[in-house]
């Protein structure tokens, strides 16, 4: 059984952006309490209290977040993938999502998943949570993501649901990788801390967070979806 945490970055239709990205964290089921557990060691160490944001990465908490960077970079058990999407104003709904941003947004969801999803394996997946809404659109997104994988009875996904990030370590940690990735994208330098906590994870990669890499990456992968033109 594994648990997948998926987590979104400026994905609102009309937010000025020009990149929207997703992102799934995920490991083994098992593991959950303990590497949660882990994470909140270094919370109490460190004297941090509440949740683990991107927004919050500053330079009086570096040395924390930068702990948790290499806790998640040397833990096994743990993987990232993420799908950027550029150049978010050439996204022409009315053509190809049946006029939605909505529709867009899950076809991403699902361009982010089904690289990820095995029919031998059975998963967990919890997105954070968007709007009260969304039951109905994740029901659709399960079936769509068990038929890719010929799995007609659904028994390859337990469960998909939306949970609030406050209820998990390892949510937030994709939200903190995924920051990581539309910061260095996004060409900003403004905050030394997230800097840093950049720059630590190119060195131990050794590549930069700007590019595409191939889809036998499993640590840290990241995909570059470019809009169809209008």
Same mark, same amino acid.
């Given at each position: 059984?594994?648990?997948?945490?998926?987590?979104?970055?400026?994905?609102?239709?009309?937010?000025?952006?020009?990149?929207?990205?997703?992102?799934?964290?995920?490991?083994?089921?098992?593991?959950?309490?303990? +590497?949660?557990? @882990? $994470?909140?060691?270094? #919370?109490? !160490? %460190?004297?941090?209290?509440?949740?683990? *944001?991107?927004?919050?990465?500053?330079?009086?908490?570096?040395?924390?977040?930068?702990?948790?960077?290499?806790?998640?970079?040397?833990?096994?058990?743990?993987?990232?993938?993420?799908?950027?999407?550029?150049?978010?104003?050439?996204?022409?709904?009315?053509?190809?999502?049946?006029?939605?941003?909505?529709?867009?947004?899950?076809?991403?969801?699902?361009? +982010?998943?089904? @690289? $990820?999803?095995?029919? #031998?394996? !059975? %998963?967990?997946?919890?997105?954070?949570? *968007?709007?009260?809404?969304?039951?109905?659109?994740?029901?659709?997104?399960?079936?769509?993501?068990?038929?890719?994988?010929?799995?007609?009875?659904?028994?390859?996904?337990?469960?998909?649901?939306?949970?609030?990030?406050?209820?998990?370590?390892?949510?937030?940690?994709?939200?903190?990788?995924?920051?990581?990735?539309?910061?260095?994208?996004?060409?900003?330098?403004?905050? @030394?801390?997230?800097?840093?906590?950049?720059? %630590?994870?190119?060195?131990?990669?050794?590549?930069?967070?700007?590019?595409?890499?191939?889809?036998?990456?499993?640590?840290?992968?990241?995909?570059?979806?470019?809009?169809?033109?209008?």
């Amino acid at each position: 059984m594994i648990n997948i945490y998926c987590d979104e970055s400026c994905h609102l239709e009309n937010d000025r952006q020009k990149i929207m990205l997703f992102g799934a964290l995920w490991c083994p089921k098992d593991y959950v309490e303990c +590497l949660s557990s @882990k $994470i909140e060691a270094l #919370k109490i !160490q %460190y004297h941090t209290t509440g949740e683990m *944001k991107w927004n919050k990465v500053s330079p009086a908490k570096q040395q924390f977040y930068l702990d948790v960077t290499n806790f998640f970079l040397k833990e096994d058990n743990i993987h990232f993938r993420s799908v950027v999407v550029l150049h978010k104003d050439m996204l022409n709904h009315q053509k190809f999502n049946r006029g939605s941003h909505d529709d867009f947004y899950y076809k991403m969801y699902f361009l +982010l998943l089904e @690289k $990820i999803l095995s029919p #031998k394996q !059975q %998963y967990n997946i919890y997105l954070d949570i *968007k709007d009260s809404r969304s039951g109905t659109k994740l029901k659709v997104l399960k079936e769509i993501l068990c038929n890719d994988k010929h799995d007609f009875s659904n028994k390859m996904i337990r469960q998909l649901q939306s949970i609030r990030s406050e209820e998990s370590h390892l949510m937030q940690l994709c939200d903190l990788l995924l920051g990581a990735v539309s910061y260095r994208i996004r060409g900003l330098y403004g905050n @030394k801390a997230k800097l840093a906590m950049i720059n %630590y994870i190119e060195q131990y990669l050794g590549r930069e967070l700007l590019y595409q890499t191939s889809i036998e990456e499993e640590k840290f992968n990241i995909f570059l979806f470019t809009p169809q033109e209008k």
